[in-house]
């Protein structure tokens, strides 16, 4: 079993920044591809942004492309979503999700585990 804990959201200013993290209890976390993705009420989980196990290819939406910045470190099985220049439209819930592949997905459907969110808002 896989597990995913989500941290480090909160409450900050538009054109603030904040770090998630996303802790995987899994030894063999290197073989994991990861994704963050968000939702709002009412609307469906979107995604947001992705790495591939090695950390070698990210992908981003176009919507967070420039702001945001994923990464990962394996040596703490723990994957980072840094978010830059918050905007009041980022405010959500943020998951991570993880998938037993090398390569990245867009689709929540794609991930196989997820965790439980951590809530950001930004206050205009």
């Known amino acids: 079993q896989v597990q995913l804990v989500e941290s480090g959201g909160g409450l900050v200013q538009a054109g603030g920044s904040l770090r998630l993290s996303c802790a995987v209890s899994r030894r063999t976390f290197s073989s994991y591809a990861v994704g963050w993705f968000r939702q709002t009420p009412g609307k469906e989980r979107e995604f947001a942004a992705a790495?591939?196990?090695?950390?070698?290819?990210?992908y981003y939406a176009d919507s967070v492309k420039g702001r945001f910045a994923i990464s990962r470190d394996n040596a703490k099985n723990t994957v980072y979503l840094q978010m830059n220049s918050l905007k009041p439209e980022d405010t959500a819930v943020y998951y991570c999700?993880?998938?037993?592949?090398?390569?990245?997905?867009?689709?929540?459907?794609?991930?196989?585990?997820w965790g439980q969110g951590t809530l950001v808002t930004v206050s205009s």
């Open positions: 790495i591939s196990w090695s950390g070698g290819s990210t």
């Open positions: 999700a993880a998938r037993p592949s090398a390569s990245w997905g867009r689709r929540t459907e794609d991930y196989a585990y």
